[in-house]
């Protein structure tokens, strides 16, 4: 497939907002064991390559659930699960000590790749792993003694940040150490969690066997750690894994961990489209606001200027010059998203208790979701605290979508004074209004 170059210079000049934002974060990205055995292993490596260059610190966690399975089946080792959680045994520990260090030498080996004409050429990666995670036994559960199988008691967060400070990838296993020197085997989602609670992460990202969180067909791009608890309750997130990551993304989500990102390990790209798009391509886990309607301010003035900039070049706005923008801003209200202005609209107070609604505009990208109809419930909002009693507005092409939400046609000389002496004749908006 041939490159568009010009379409590639635009994204990268779209992606830098991103670069220059996740500069010095920390981000723990969990790669389950599935993803090391498939057929994209080779290209996240060279993703999680390109982070580290743009200066992102990160701790990478491994799973091996699929490689434990293949060995304990080899050599004939059974063992039960209670509670969806693996039964360590003393018998079936060793095997399981081999199945994760291989999968850890493997990420070790393909993250030292440096072959000439390659994406890994001359990246010269420094990974460390060892014994960062303090573990505890499970123990005796409902009458049942869990063995070998752990939970994590403690991350080394001064040793871990001391690798960080120092450019080092950090390795985490499903692996946790005692003090008294036993060795005992790990939920590697709770490794993960757990580690980015521990050290404050900007981000947490894992890496699934599906685009993200998805009800029926429909993929849930955004959600709030209690969202995510109601669809787990109502047991409509399939599959499993998808299941034991979302309950982890809702547990960090909720204790300081900023966003968590669920995204496919099949998917070529998917840790850089999540990172470095605004819109991503899977399923985000945040407490904080993602999207949001607030009243602007003179920082939201460029981001007006460009998302109008199209409507007045096609005759559908009036235009505004910066100048006249700046003094009037205090009259917008904006939708804003991950940090982009995507919509707009303007109230005017004018005479007898009225008002007038302008300037609606949404990016053509977040148009058919409602956001102008957000819009103008907001600024109807806005205009009855203010003690409005009816809301005008003029439009040439929209006439339509303000009829279905409550406005009637009127005639310019129902504007009051002296808002109807600025009536433009030669544009011929038609007139609108709403009793409030």
Known sequence: MKLDAAAYVQWFRNSSPYINAHHGRTFVVYVPGEALAGDCFATITHDIALLDSLGIRLVLVHGARKQIGEALAEHGVETRFENQTRVTTAEALPYIEDAVGRVRIRLESQLSLGLAN????????????????????????????????????????????????????????????????????????????????????????????????????????????????????????????????LEAAAHAASNGVGRVHLISYDRDGALLQELFTRDGCGTLVTAQRYEQVRAAGVEDVGGILELIRPLEEAGILVRRSRERLETEIRHFHVIERDGMVIGCAALYPLADKSGELACVAVHEDYRGNGRASTLLAEIEKRARAMGMKQLFTLTTRTAHFFQERGFESTKPDALPEPRKSLYNWQRGSKVFAKNL
């Open 118 to 245: 390659s994406p890994m050429h001359n990246a010269r990666l420094r990974v460390v792993s060892g014994n960062f995670v303090t573990a505890r036994p499970v123990g005796v559960r409902d009458g049942f003694d869990y063995q070998y199988t752990g939970e994590v008691r403690r991350i080394d967060v001064p040793a871990i940040t001391a690798a960080l400070d120092a450019s080092f990838i950090v390795l985490l296993s499903p692996l946790g150490y005692s003090p008294t020197g036993e060795v005992f085997n790990l939920d590697s989602e709770d490794v993960a969690t757990a580690a980015a609670v521990a050290l404050k992460a900007d981000k947490l990202i894992f890496l699934g066997e599906d685009d993200g969180v998805r009800v029926g067909k429909k993929l849930l791009r955004d959600l709030t750690p209690m969202k995510a608890s109601e669809l787990l309750a109502a047991k409509k997130v399939k599959p499993e894994s998808v299941m034991w990551q």
